[in-house]
């Protein structure tokens, strides 16, 4: 499984820009015969032993920025191609776009943490679910970022995902998060959930996530830990390869699809 976070535009090169990157390597895993499946798919295939194609391969991105979806003039780097219209170009695959819920973080995350532009939002949710090449997963309700104001008083040590260690927290920010999505943008996504960071916690391994499923209502979770999914992985400790971090080139891209 791969990951992509479509706000990294720094440039106009496959290195800068994680637009760029994802419409390269789409051709890339076409080129090398993969066959492209949705991250429902996966899980089904861990919890049930359902048979994936050969050579699969399954697309995500994280934080729900804009440009996952819309096609948008960037401010200094011009006019920027979604990974939904690239997905749709290529006619193969779904996208899930994992998206924190909280409408007030995302804009203080947008100010704060990227451009400032407004391009947080959740209006093309419920078209992207209908074109069908897009599914709208769970990223928490906050991302417990550390940007936000309503942690300035949080241990560092406890920030980015580290302290949801109890079901209150746990309830607060995926429980809730469900909810939300739910109400707002109802698709298979709903039911997967991406540590945010990649950071898990015991708690919500070993106790909250397989004992707790009225509140949260996920079959599975993905963490950023750079491994093949294989038959033994746990369904609450799915990897997955992100780029800039896993791979930095398609040379590194390939080495990672010999693999398969």
């Given at each position: ?217 996920l079959v599975a979770a993905f963490t950023t830990n750079p491994e093949i999914v294989h038959a033994g992985s746990s369904r609450w400790l799915l990897p997955r390869f992100v780029f800039g971090q896993h791979w930095r080139n398609q040379s590194e891209l390939r080495y990672i699809l010999k693999q398969l």
């Amino acid at each position: 499984m791969l990951a992509y976070h479509s706000h990294n535009i720094h440039g106009a090169t496959y290195q800068e820009n994680d637009l760029v990157a994802f419409a390269e390597d789409l051709e890339l895993l076409q080129a090398e015969g993969c066959n492209l499946v949705s991250l429902s798919q996966v899980a089904e295939s861990v919890i049930y032993g359902h048979a994936l194609p050969d050579r699969a391969v399954a697309l995500s991105c994280d934080d729900g920025a804009d440009y996952d979806f819309i096609d948008v003039l960037h401010e200094t780097w011009g006019e920027q191609t979604s990974f939904g219209t690239k997905i749709r170009q290529s006619g193969q695959g779904v996208l899930t776009s994992f998206v924190i819920a909280d409408p007030l973080a995302r804009e203080e995350i947008d100010k704060k943490c990227l451009a400032g532009v407004g391009r947080m939002n959740d209006f093309w949710w419920a078209d992207a679910i209908d074109s069908g090449v897009l599914h709208i997963g769970n990223h928490s309700w906050d991302h417990q970022h550390s940007c936000l104001e309503r942690y300035a008083n949080m241990p560092s040590e406890r920030l980015e995902f580290r302290s949801v260690d109890t079901i209150e927290a746990a309830d607060y920010q995926l429980g809730q998060a469900m909810e939300f999505l739910r109400g707002k943008a109802l698709n298979p996504g709903n039911a997967l959930f991406a540590y945010p960071y990649g950071h898990w916690t015991d708690y919500l391994v070993q106790e909250y996530l397989p004992h707790h499923y009225d509140a949260h209502r996920l079959v599975a979770a993905f963490t950023t830990n750079p491994e093949i999914v294989h038959a033994g992985s746990s369904r609450w400790l799915l990897p997955r390869f992100v780029f800039g971090q896993h791979w930095r080139n398609q040379s590194e891209l390939r080495y990672i699809l010999k693999q398969l």
